[in-house]
């Protein structure tokens, strides 16, 4: 099945600088990537997606990167505010299947 | 909010103990998941429905755990003879799959967090 690993687990950032989260994904059939932030005690929130038909997305402050050769996807968040600062989650998708979550990282934004 | 429901919000429960959960997906939505989440991991698959019939489930789903969704609509998670290791925030996950298209994007609930003593 699809294994998904997450880096780093923890980050801390400076408020106003940019934070880069990255992913793998084993499975090559996977063509959906979503990309969950977490509040302590609160559902996964959907902040960016991507499908395997495109390279890149962004959404304001926030932006995700695919490359399928190299199976890894990631996450960037410029201009880093405090209200930044969640678990942050990435996921594959194959097909029309489950979703399979990376293991979280910890993103502490320092004002 | 995302129009997705799920109750109870909490379950404290001894071991030993069966416990049901519901989840009421947007109404329209025809992919159900359930997914389980402990502290400190990413959520993970337990199993899913097309409408009423399920599709999948994964191995972490015991003999113990069952789900259904009996007219497409919610759908209920029974745990029976709770287990310590059975704590965590059980999550649903409503979509709408089109026939021919990829998978939609997923719609968390807020959860149901059990706490086995």
């Known amino acids: 099945g699809e294994n998904v690993e997450q880096h780093p687990s923890t980050l801390s950032v400076q408020e106003g600088d940019s934070a880069v989260i990255k992913c793998t994904y084993s499975?090559?059939?996977?063509?959906?990537f979503p990309w969950y932030k977490q509040e302590l005690g609160k559902r996964p929130q959907l902040i960016i997606d991507i499908r395997s038909n495109v390279g890149e997305k962004k959404d304001q402050r926030i932006a995700v990167t695919l490359n399928k050769t190299a199976k890894h996807f990631s996450l960037h968040i410029t201009e880093t505010q405090p209200e930044d600062s969640a678990v942050y989650f990435c996921?594959?998708?194959?097909?029309?299947?489950?979703?399979?979550f990376g293991s979280g990282t910890r993103l502490q934004v320092q004002p | 909010d995302t129009g997705v429901s799920q109750d109870p919000r909490h379950k404290i429960t001894k071991r030993g103990q069966n416990v049901t959960f519901r989840c009421d997906p947007i109404s329209e939505h025809n992919r159900l998941y359930w997914y389980r989440q402990t502290l400190g991991q990413g959520p993970e698959f337990l199993t899913y429905?097309?409408?009423?019939?399920?599709?999948?489930k994964s191995r972490l789903l015991s003999d113990r755990f069952s789900a259904e969704r009996p007219k497409g609509s919610f759908s209920t998670l029974e745990i029976q003879r709770t287990e310590q290791g059975d704590s965590a925030m059980y999550l649903c996950v409503s979509s709408l799959v089109a026939l021919a298209g990829p998978g939609g994007t997923q719609y968390f609930g807020p959860g149901t967090r059990l706490l086995v003593l």
């Open positions: 429905f097309q409408n009423e019939a399920q599709l999948e």
């Open positions: 996921a594959a998708m194959a097909g029309r299947r489950a979703l399979t």
């Open positions: 499975d090559s059939a996977s063509n959906y």
